[in-house]
T-cell receptor, first 113, second 112 residues
Framework: NAGVTQTPKFRVLKTGQSMTLLCAQD?????MYWYRQDPGMGLRLIHY???????AKGEVPDGYNVSRLKKQNFLLGLESAAPSQTSVYFC????????????FGPGTRLTVL | QQPVQSPQAVILREGEDAVINCSSS?????VHWYRQKHGEAPVFLMI?????EQKGHEKISASFNEKKQQSSLYLTASQLSYSGTYFC?????????????FGQGTILTVHP
């Protein structure tokens, strides 16, 4: 039982390049989330999904897109990376929409030059 | 909308106690507490639902004052393993889908 996994763990991009971050969970959770973490700012919600085929915007969605084609996977895409997107990205999942623990993946450290 | 945590940092000796506070300007459905060690993912500690309940987990407990929209995390007889950054995450009443808004974090350092 791996929980929540993320790939890759590290990535360096040049401005304007694109990439996709993959999140996978094996807990059969319905709800999945993408956060970014910047120094001194805590975790901020980018996008979330309430089930297979559904996604919604969070607090800081600009410059990102997501897809949830399979229940266990949640993809985060950057179409044209910018230095402001340098951050640590965490994926999380939970079994219930309210009052339930969120379980986090190990994170992806992204640097955009 | 971001909840405010205080203090920003705490330094303790092993065995000492600490309190971390989390305050919101919004009516809350729940407050979550997570701990994150450097370079690792946040780890869930506990959830408090509206109703003013108090929860405990060994030497770590928390309370939620629904009237004041405040939660406090209590760490008693601290251990070296308690070191890390503590985040509260709040679910606002009337919203849905577990959207958490996190505070800026409190850095806790425990020395031998």
């Amino acid at each position: 039982n791996a929980g929540v996994t993320q790939t890759p763990k590290f990535r360096v991009l040049k401005t304007g390049q694109s990439m996709t971050l993959l999140c996978a969970q094996d807990m059969n959770h319905e709800y999945m989330y993408w956060y970014r973490q910047d120094p001194g700012m805590g975790l901020r919600l980018i996008h979330y999904s309430v089930g297979e085929g559904t996604t919604a915007k969070g607090e800081v969605p600009d410059g990102y897109n997501v897809s949830r084609l399979k229940k266990q996977n949640f993809l985060l895409g950057l179409e044209s990376a910018a230095p402001s997107q340098t951050s640590v990205y965490f994926c999380a999942s939970s079994y219930s929409p309210l009052g339930a623990a969120q379980y986090f993946g190990p994170g992806t450290r992204l640097t955009v030059l | 909308q971001q909840p405010v945590q205080s203090p920003q940092a705490v330094i303790l000796r092993e065995g000492e106690d600490a309190v971390i506070n989390c305050s919101s300007s919004k009516a809350l459905y729940s407050v979550h507490w997570y701990r994150q060690k450097h370079g690792e993912a946040p780890v869930f500690l506990m959830i408090l639902l509206k109703g003013g309940e108090q929860k405990g987990h060994e030497k770590i407990s928390a309370s939620f004052n629904e009237k004041k929209q405040q939660s406090s995390l209590y760490l008693t007889a601290s251990q070296l393993s308690y070191s890390g950054t503590y985040f509260c995450g709040t679910e606002i009443s009337g919203t849905s889908y577990g959207k958490l808004t996190f505070g800026q974090g409190t850095i806790l350092t425990v020395h031998p």
